[in-house]
């Protein structure tokens, strides 16, 4: 049967909390890794950079020192994350980190619909690095800890980087609610679209 004209609708249910963190820790695992091995080598990128005159000044000022840390863990927390959060989840489409890949959850728009790879992108950049990663070094991973908050408290689980681009993450397993071709049907565009995600089966 052609997919073009065919009208599918899914029910997605929210992942629960089990899966949800064993993956997460699985992809934070991940994560951390990286940004270590990366720090061994932008630290010595820089070096060469900046030449040893400007490192050792640098070195000699505690708070330059600090900024430096930070910059260093920025930029590999950048680099880290977009292999992790970014390019794995293009590969294994429908917002697939290895860790929800493994747990068989995914991210999908609240709508249900599928992310796109523009989506999967302002979701890292605006909310896992900018505001969970990158703020959590300058405030003591209090966005990070307020994010959590939010995932426990709010009607579909989501962290601070799914309120702000309106994604939800669902069991990988579709439920299929409706299935008829459009041109029997007189299925309009409009119609032609994923119901929204429930809570509970």
Known sequence: MDNSVENKKYRFVVAGWGPRTLAFLIDVAIFIGLILLLNMGVRPLLELILGPDKMEAIYNVEESTLRFGYLINAISGLVAGLLVYFFVPMYFKNGKTLGKKLLKIKVVNKNGSKLTN?????RF?????????VFSLFA??????ISLLFSLVNQYHQAIHDLLVNTVVVEDEEILVEFAKKEENKITDEENKPVDVRIER
Do not use: H, R
């Not at 003591?140 to 800890?145: C, H, N, R, S, T």
């Open 125 to 133: 950049i605006i909310g896992i690095w900018g505001v969970e990663y």
């Open 118 to 122: 523009l989506k999967i992108f302002t």
């Open 140 to 145: 003591v991973f209090i966005p990070f800890a």
